[in-house]
């Protein structure tokens, strides 16, 4: 069975940093991509970032780019969201998912319950 | 950007009835559109790929038609489980983008 278990959510002052992390099980993690996707409060889903599934290859939203980053490590199968000054407007629940394939396909089959962070002095 | 227009933003319907869902692209998307489910408090859940291919275990009442920038989802008889927010989502550009969402809710 695919599991995907977010952690590293939770309170962040704006201009610091978090680190969200998807550990994975239940399928070869290396020859999916994976991508990170938001849901702010009552509102709809936003997508955020991709990563292939060599790590070779990223690709992120206009709202975080230059401030987020993505990263895997295959031997731990495991994916990070690297979030450098987070602002109020990144408030949200992030959502680690795989995608179907094969390929940066975006379209994600399996999706983890997500990690709620909140930007806030 | 490509921006992804759902309607309508609420659909009032009975269970058994058809429900017949709205994505316009701002502009062509091919056929590379998917439509997700939502239920409260539960991740997405994806309902149909490549704008008319549905997904591991989805049951055969969701359909997906169109190509372009126009995409409609059907879902021919409404089962209870079935009342939820709907997005599309577009993987023909980057920045991959989704539809504001179409809630279906009871009648």
């Known amino acids: 069975e695919v599991q995907l278990l977010e952690s590293g959510g939770g309170l962040v002052e704006p201009g610091g940093s978090l680190r969200l992390s998807c550990a994975a099980s239940?399928?070869?993690?290396?020859?999916?991509?994976m991508s990170w996707v938001r849901q702010a409060p009552g509102k709809g889903l936003e997508w955020v970032s991709v990563?292939?599934?060599?790590?070779?290859?990223?690709y992120f939203a206009d709202s975080v780019k230059g401030r987020f980053t993505i990263s895997r490590d295959n031997s731990k199968n495991t994916v990070y969201l690297q979030m450098n000054s987070p602002r109020a407007e990144d408030t949200a629940l992030y959502y680690c998912?795989?995608?179907?394939?094969?390929?940066?396909?975006?379209?994600?089959?399996?999706w983890g319950q997500g990690t709620l962070v909140t930007v806030s002095s | 950007e490509i921006v992804l227009t759902q309607s309508p933003a609420t659909l009032s319907l009975s269970p058994g009835e058809r429900a017949t869902l709205s994505c316009r692209a701002s502009?062509?998307?091919?056929?590379?559109l998917a439509w997700y489910q939502q239920k409260p408090g539960q991740a997405p859940r994806l309902l149909i790929y490549d704008a008319s291919n549905r997904a591991t275990g989805i049951p055969a009442r969701f359909s997906g038609s169109g190509s372009g920038a126009d995409f409609t989802l059907t879902i021919s008889s409404l089962e209870p489980e079935d009342f939820a927010v709907y997005y599309c989502q577009q993987r023909s550009n980057w920045p991959r983008t989704f539809g504001q969402g179409t809630k279906v809710e009871i009648k």
């Open positions: 502009q062509s998307v091919s056929n590379y």
């Open positions: 990563i292939s599934g060599s790590g070779m290859t990223t």
């Open positions: 998912a795989k995608d179907r394939g094969p390929g940066l396909t975006t379209f994600c089959d399996c």
């Open positions: 239940g399928f070869t993690f290396s020859n999916y991509a």
